[in-house]
């Protein structure tokens, strides 16, 4: 018994010294939390209402945290600690995200993460965020500009909830099609294109099984006109409950759910 006395002992006094580690948030309670002072005060205050914004119409928040120190800890498992600590999200659904930025001093150089709650684990899985670090910031980040990488990827949260383009279609919009690899699957395409067609200038007819013209039948083989269901529809919709008073901060909210960061 005595074993298990001190080993719940020794874990209460660990992660009472992490919580201390963990700042508290900013007063009066607000969305972006810039302790670096790294963004001006208007880019602050037009990313705290757009997050805000969100917020009231889908119960879902979406925090920016900027912090220079992390008391030695990955950034990771930081942001967990941080948003379990600040409870961002709605209790019961889990609905948070952070995006911890941990800028060098010198601002060149940084790490962040984009860390989900519970709620979001299947909505915002480790891939999407992966690449909305990867797309969204790093580029912008190493360009020094931190206020269009952090407006960027939380838009493309935004959007990808909302319902605006599917992950797949973001990827396309990002990863364009280098060069060389452009022209390997247009000659690829126009060697299909030619082979079908004499196929069936052979058998006498422009058309391919069942009496379907030539060219719609090469209309549906391509995939044309295929519809794409976008896979975020689990973010709760707002209850209209929020908007009477000012932001009042994290809603219990729990983490650990996943995410996914970079370097540069």
């Known amino acids: 018994m005595r074993k298990y006395i001190l080993i719940i002992l020794a874990f209460s006094i660990f992660t009472g010294t992490l919580a201390q ?4 948030p900013m007063q009066p309670p607000r969305m972006v939390n810039d302790f670096s002072e790294l963004l001006n005060a208007g880019d602050v205050q037009r990313l705290e209402t757009k997050l805000q914004e969100f917020y009231y119409q889908s119960s879902s928040q979406i925090y920016i945290v900027i912090l220079d120190d992390l008391g030695g800890y990955p950034i990771d498992e930081f942001s967990f600690l941080l948003g379990e600590k600040w409870g961002i999200g709605t209790r019961g659904k889990d609905n948070g995200i952070l995006i911890l930025l941990n800028p060098s001093p010198d601002r060149q150089h940084g790490d962040v993460f984009i860390a989900t709650g519970y709620g979001l684990e299947a909505v915002v899985p480790d891939a999407h965020t992966n690449r909305i670090v ?3 910031m790093i580029p912008r980040f190493r360009e020094l500009d931190y206020y269009g990488g952090l407006n960027a990827a939380s838009s493309t949260i935004m959007d990808l909830a909302g319902g605006e383009y599917t992950m797949d279609e973001y990827i396309q919009r990002n990863q364009p099609a280098s060069g060389p690899v452009s022209i390997i699957v247009t000659i690829l395409f126009i060697m299909f294109v030619l082979s079908i067609f004499g196929r069936a200038r052979r058998r006498g007819q422009y058309a391919m099984g069942h009496n379907l013209p030539f060219w719609a039948a090469l209309f549906l083989a391509s995939g044309a006109g295929r519809s794409h269901s976008g896979s975020f529809s689990n973010f709760s919709s707002g209850s209209g409950s929020f908007g ?11 983490f650990g759910g996943g995410g996914a960061g970079g370097s540069w």
Request: charged share 15%.
């Open 134 to 136: 990867e797309y969204d």
């Open 244 to 254: 009477g008073g000012g932001f009042g901060g994290g809603m219990g909210g729990s």
């Open 21 to 24: 580690d963990i700042p508290n």
